[in-house]
């Protein structure tokens, strides 16, 4: 019998049920110091504050059913196990293990011994490339050290992997640093190259398909650069693809490491994916403790109690806020500089995860399932978008994140409070002000409340908590998937604007061959009628 899905489930009729009046945030006294220390979840060295969320014992039983129900943790296992659960049932679909949890599985008995036997053959390869970098075995034609990494690569083969840098930018070896070129919009490459030291210069291509039109593209304008500057482009670029990809090509590269068919791009950024940027910018030993991190919340995760389960808890209650309060987006809001880009990474992560209409069957869904998920750092959202997150008519439920220590420890004390304290008091108004709300006389004035919101709190963003919070949310991300029963490991829907984009190149190319064509030529508004008749509208 295969497995329907949550509307199967008598836990669904019951949170259907609840739904009807969720926990009332802005009532007066409605937030007690015992419910606030109650919903209270940790995992490692996160805590998850849940109280501002519109839930009570009685949803929260539910939600435990539901997740009992559904199977989550034990689907979870499964993947880990390496079951083949990118597929959907009866017709043609990827049909691959997902296994990303194995490239961090180093550290006691793995789930999957032959994927992580896998990783570990290739980060004992980083650790030696690294080694002879360090030392000096490989320097650049005039004998000198490479400074600066130049990473090739897009979506999954970018997002994670800087968003992992950026945060831990304060961990970096001061005499190196990162560069990043994603979009084939040729001012990418040019605003990275300018003032750029080519001859102590790595370059990164990473793709994993080794296919991908703007990183070929990229890969090219950036190769000739290094010509044009009489450096060999084969002493300074290294390569991240799949084995056997059209990249696999160990000749034309410094170094070539491999990432494997069951780890999806956007679960990539444990694997060498980014794993070699992150090995050169941190060090070799920072970069096993972002593992470590990982791989710890990969096991806490099996935890079935959703109450002792920060990644299941909050796969729960963002089931509660979207199939059942229907709230259809997300914000994610750290409270934290560093990660600038985890949001972005986060976009990816979750809406190409689960922005899905079918279950693994095929079937069309009858709940809603993924959501639009945004965000920017807090304080500087306060001062750009939280107008709306506070008064506007759609309720955005939110994620923040926060630290209570900062990571360079610089600070300046005024008026008795330092610069983190004042972030950290904002982050806390922010989420009683949303949950609580006030009432005013004057209608312009008034706050509803009612916004529901948690808090995911550590001590400090290190390489360790940095690894842990990226599985917090690659595991929330697939146990939701578990649940909703959809394949959360595909990506259909960004080909099809990948084909009609192919199809208008060769359009394109053919004009700019054939000297006698007389259509739209470089009139963009012409090139869009020309590009719907080519392509049968
Ligand atoms: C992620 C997607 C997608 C992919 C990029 C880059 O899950 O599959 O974002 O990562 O299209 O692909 P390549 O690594 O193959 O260049």
Avoid at 416 to 424: F, I, P, R, Y
Avoid at 436 to 448: C, L, M, S
Wanted: proline share 4%.
């Amino acid at each position: 019998m295969p497995y329907e899905g949550i509307v199967s489930h008598p836990a669904f009729a019951t949170l259907r049920k609840l739904a009807e009046s969720p926990f009332p945030l802005s009532r007066p006294g409605a937030l007690t110091r015992d419910r606030l220390l109650a919903l209270t979840c940790r995992t490692g060295e996160f805590k998850l504050l849940y109280g501002t969320q519109r839930l009570d014992t009685a949803v929260l039983d539910a939600l435990q059913e539901l997740a009992d129900e559904s199977q989550v943790i034990q689907q979870f296992q499964e993947m880990k196990r390496g079951k083949v659960i990118n597929r959907i049932d009866g017709y043609e679909s990827e049909e691959r293990m997902v296994l990303h949890t194995a490239a961090r599985d180093i550290f006691t008995t793995p789930a999957h011994p032959e994927a992580t036997g896998q990783a570990i053959a290739e980060l004992d390869k980083l650790r030696s490339f690294l080694d002879e970098l360090a030392s000096g075995r490989i320097v650049n034609a005039a004998g000198q050290k490479f400074t600066t990494m130049v990473m090739i690569g897009i979506g999954g083969s970018d997002l994670g992997p800087r968003a992992l840098y950026l945060a831990l930018a304060a961990y970096a070896t001061l005499e190196r640093s990162v560069r990043f070129i994603s979009n084939v919009d040729p001012d990418d490459a040019a605003a990275v190259l300018r003032n750029l030291d080519l001859s102590r210069t790595l370059v990164n291509v990473v793709s994993k398909s080794g296919t991908t039109l703007e990183t070929l593209t990229n890969e090219q304008l950036v190769r000739a650069a290094f010509q044009a500057a009489g450096l060999d482009p084969g002493k300074h670029f290294i390569a991240v693809t799949g084995k056997g990809s059209p990249m696999d090509n160990p000749s034309s590269y410094l170094r070539s490491f491999y990432m494997f068919d069951y780890i999806g791009g956007r679960y990539s950024a444990t694997s060498m994916v980014g794993a070699v940027m992150l090995g050169f910018a941190l060090g070799y030993d920072a970069l096993v403790e972002i593992l470590r991190g990982a791989n710890d919340i990969d096991r806490a995760a099996e935890e079935t109690d959703i109450r002792r389960n920060i990644p299941l808890l909050m796969a729960m209650i963002g089931i509660w806020n979207h199939t059942f309060l229907g709230h259809e987006t997300i914000a994610v809001l750290p409270y934290s500089q560093a990660l600038i880009r985890f949001a972005a990474h986060l976009q990816q992560c979750d809406m190409e995860s689960n922005g899905k209409s079918i279950d693994r069957q095929g079937n069309a869904l009858t709940v809603q399932s993924g959501p639009i998920v945004w965000g920017e750092p807090g304080t500087n959202g306060q001062h750009a978008f939280y107008q709306l997150l506070h008064q506007g008519t759609t309720i955005v439920p939110v994620e923040f994140i926060g630290f209570r220590s900062s990571q360079y420890a610089q600070d300046i004390v005024i008026k008795e409070t330092t610069s983190q304290d004042k972030l950290l008091a904002n982050l806390l108004a922010q989420s009683l002000a949303m949950a609580t709300g006030r009432d005013n006389a004057n209608p312009n004035k008034r706050f509803a409340g009612n916004r529901p919101n948690s808090i995911l709190l550590a001590d400090r963003l290190t390489p360790y908590t940095m690894g842990a919070l990226l599985a917090i949310y690659e595991t929330k991300i697939a146990m939701q998937g578990f649940v909703w029963n959809i394949n959360s490991f595909d990506q259909e829907g960004v080909q099809l604007g990948k084909v009609l984009a192919g199809e208008i190149l060769e359009h394109i190319g053919r004009y700019r061959k054939d000297d006698t064509y007389r259509g739209a030529g470089d009139d963009v508004s012409w090139l869009m009628v020309e590009a719907a008749e080519l392509l049968g509208s």
